[in-house]
């Protein structure tokens, strides 16, 4: 069992910030690559940013030179940075860990249940 907890979406005027943070919990043996994807309401869900245990970054084009993903390996935790924020990037946000856990020792995927994050034009 692996739980990913999400905090940090909110309402926020184009042009402004966010931080989004999230936290895996349970029995986690190791994780792989996290990231961020994002779902608007009737569209499909993107990849927004991701990061690897080493630190190496993939962002969305769209996202570059605004968005920054970042974690800290010793407490599970990845952050994305989003900065000058368009009506766009409105969605919910969805973070993702590449987790092998401690009683299985199979890897999958583990989602968080999605933070909402609104800009307003």
């Known amino acids: 069992q692996v739980q990913l907890v999400e905090s940090g979406g909110g309402l926020v005027q184009a042009g402004g910030s966010l931080r989004l943070s999230c936290t895996a919990s349970g029995s986690i043996f190791r994780i792989n690559a996290m990231g961020w994807y994002r779902q608007a309401p009737g569209k499909q869900r993107e990849l927004v940013a991701t990061?690897?245990?080493?630190?190496?970054?993939n962002y969305l084009d769209s996202v570059k030179g605004r968005f920054s993903i970042s974690r800290d390996n010793s407490k599970n935790t990845v952050t994305l940075q989003m900065n000058s924020l368009k009506s766009e990037d409105t969605a919910v946000y969805y973070c993702n860990a590449q987790v092998t856990t401690q009683r299985t020792f199979i890897q999958r995927d583990y989602w968080g249940q999605g933070t909402q994050v609104t800009v307003s034009s």
């Open positions: 990061i690897t245990s080493g630190g190496s970054t």
